[in-house]
């Protein structure tokens, strides 16, 4: 398993495809490293790097106990983000699919609507819907 480093404040975590160096240090071929997300998505974009996707955690809530997937789980969401969602009411997977694209961009400070859109069809496709 490769060795995992944290950057300031993260928001994705990639696993690296090729050598890279920054400020922040050098990242081996193979290596894992969590980033703000535009920083991470420029990596990605550019093929340098491919998103690592978090287990899936799942909570059991009302009567039934039925198994719901957290937002924070959601590729290209971290904790961060995932406590501002959770500020406007967003706490799981199934929330993201009826959220409004609008609200959350104007919810979230650097979050534009690119970005909302991009989580909302990564919970689609984690919920198979």
């Not at 534009?112 to 689609?124: D, E, F, N, P």
Request: proline share 3%; aromatic share 2%; charged share 30%.
């Amino acid at each position: 398993m490769s060795e995992t480093e944290r950057i300031g404040r993260c928001d994705m975590r990639v696993r690296m495809l090729t050598l890279a160096a920054g400020p922040e240090g050098v990242w081996a071929a193979g290596s894992e490293v969590e980033l703000p997300e535009h920083q991470a998505m420029a990596l990605v974009d550019c093929g340098y790097a491919v998103p690592v996707r978090r287990r899936r955690e799942v909570a059991a809530v009302g009567p039934g106990e039925r198994e719901v997937l957290l937002a924070r789980n959601i590729e290209g969401i971290g904790e961060a983000r995932a406590a501002a969602l959770e500020r406007l009411g967003i706490v799981t997977a199934a929330d993201l699919l009826t959220a409004d694209v609008k609200a959350i961009a104007e919810g979230i400070d650097g979050v534009g609507k690119a970005t909302a859109r991009r989580w909302i069809v990564a919970a689609r496709e984690a919920l198979g819907a």
